[in-house]
Antibody, heavy 123, light 110 residues
Framework: QVQLQESGPGLVKPSETLSLTCTVS????????WNWIRQPPGKGLEWVGY???????KYNPSLKSRVTILVDTSKNQFSLKLTSVTASDTAMYYC?????????????????WGQGTLVTVSS | QSALTQPASVSGSPGQSITISCTGT?????????VSWYQQHPGKVPKLMIY???KRPSGVSNRFSGSKSGNTASLTISGLQAEDEADYYC??????????FGGGTKLTVL
């Protein structure tokens, strides 16, 4: 049974870089799409971006200039970096696996999620 | 990309049916049959309930169904149960090959 676990600092200062890692256990990181999704406290979901195990990426246009998602297949991990953060980046950050069905894998669907990690941007 | 539009809240009594709408544009909901719905209970992670407008993942109750007309997709829950009380989010693939979520709808079972 696949499990995803987010890790990283819970507090980041304004203008600095938010860095999170998602460790995947119980399955190989290969053959799937891997996503970051965030949810500000009391608000809705926002897709941040995805990376395919091959290294191809796609980002939310509203965050594109500040986001980088990388994959490390040797460690079965993928990571998120968000630069120049402000208070509006305060959110629960989830990593999630793209859904696969019938031999096809999709970047736009998520079937397994980490428990999330709350990141607060504050001085 | 702008968030898809959902009603902030809907409610229904046990046994009834409710429908949650999700309105986008021809660049997302209207342009592709790639609308999904997620259920999120308080303090829990979202769960995929419907994908590709009307398909159900294995294990999801057939009380949940989806449809689409033009730029608006809908999630219908029939035979409403107390455990259905949750937040529901739609999402859609976009013409930019990205993903956009709706603002979420809080379902209250009276």
């Amino acid at each position: 049974q696949v499990q995803l676990q987010e890790s990283g600092p819970g507090l980041v200062k304004p203008s600095e870089t938010l860095s999170l890692t998602c460790t995947v256990s119980g399955d190989s990181i290969s053959s799937y799409y891997w996503n970051w999704i965030r949810q500000p406290p009391g608000k809705g979901l926002e897709w941040v971006g995805y990376i395919h195990y091959s290294g191809s990426t796609k980002y939310n246009p509203s965050l594109k200039s500040r986001v980088t998602i990388l994959v490390d297949t040797s460690k079965n991990q993928f990571s998120l970096k968000l630069t120049s953060v402000t208070a509006s980046d305060t959110a629960m950050y989830y990593c999630a696996r793209g859904f696969c069905s019938g031999g096809n894998c999709y970047s736009r669907l998520f079937d397994c999620w980490g428990q999330g990690t709350l990141v607060t941007v504050s001085s | 990309q702008s968030a898809l539009t959902q009603p902030a809240s809907v409610s229904g009594s046990p046994g009834q049916s409710i429908t949650i709408s999700c309105t986008g544009t021809s660049s997302d909901v209207g342009g592709y049959d790639y609308v999904s719905w997620y259920q999120q209970h308080p303090g829990k992670v979202p769960k995929l309930m419907i994908y590709d407008v009307s398909k159900r993942p294995s294990g999801v109750s057939n009380r949940f169904s989806g449809s689409k007309s033009g730029n608006t997709a809908s999630l219908t829950i029939s035979g409403l149960q107390a455990e259905d009380e949750a937040d529901y989010y739609c999402s859609s693939y976009t013409s930019s090959s990205t993903l956009v979520f709706g603002g979420g709808t809080k379902l209250t079972v009276l």
